[in-house]
């Protein structure tokens, strides 16, 4: 049976003995409980951060697919991604208002860079774009006036999977969720109690296990 994030923060809020096992089904009912609203927040937290971390040591960690826009602004050839951006998924970013699109620049950036020796002779409506290494931005292939400024393009982009309501599920399997809410036990005192108690040890460890069980998983998906 899949863990849903409600279900995670009482486990932590057990493990730390902030409430006991057999009142946690009925003092904590959801994500918004008066009585203990600080210890629930820190807890969100701690899973949250903790799966971010979990995240970083996975080699094919769980990604959703969003789309993302930039828009044009005059004089401005770079763009930011989005704050949860992976990759892009699609080359083709879409104006779908007037049916203009970028496709992803022939060789990436650093062609861009060899082909534009002089990039302020590049202006008006872009039509390619690139992703600039050094800047970590889009960047398109000329540079918007005034005439092109607020044009809107859309993209397909991966995204982490994020857990931010009581009842989402973690995109796990109930072994990787075990070993990560032992992780996020620990997550919880460097939060909660300013790392009194807290054992690295007994985090990385669970953290390792989670990383490995999912690895074994997503290789037994592939060969099934």
């Given amino acids: 049976m899949a863990t849903t994030l409600l279900s995670a923060v009482k486990s932590v809020l057990r493990r730390n003995q902030i409430i006991r096992s057999s009142d946690a089904d009925t003092k904590i009912t959801s994500l918004t409980v008066d009585q203990y609203q600080v210890e629930i927040d820190n807890a969100v937290d701690a899973v949250q951060e903790t799966m ?32 949860d951006f992976i990759a892009v998924a699609n080359p083709i970013m879409v104006d779908q208002t007037d049916g203009r699109c970028l496709t992803e620049y022939p060789g990436g ?18 039509s390619r774009w690139a992703i600039n290494p050094v800047t970590s931005k889009f960047r398109v292939d000329f540079e918007p006036t005034a005439e092109e400024a607020g044009t809107v393009f859309t993209f397909i982009y991966t995204a982490p ?4 309501t009581a ?15 032992v992780a996020a ?36 998906r592939r060969y099934a």
């Fill in 167 to 181: 009842a989402q599920e973690f995109p796990f399997s109930d072994y990787v969720t075990k070993d990560l809410i």
């Fill in 161 to 164: 999977v994020e857990v931010t």
């Fill in 109 to 126: 950036y650093k062609s861009m860079f060899n082909a534009q020796l002089e990039p302020s002779n590049y202006t008006g409506m872009p």
């Fill in 52 to 83: 971010r971390e979990l995240y970083d040591l996975m080699e094919c960690a769980p990604h959703e697919t969003k789309e993302g826009t930039i828009t044009l602004v005059a004089g401005q050839r770079e763009y930011d991604f989005p704050s």
């Fill in 185 to 220: 036990g620990e997550t919880f005192k460097e939060i909660y109690n300013a790392g009194e108690d807290y054992n690295s040890d007994r985090k990385w460890t669970a953290l390792g296990r989670a990383a490995e069980s999912h690895k074994h998983r997503d290789v037994q």
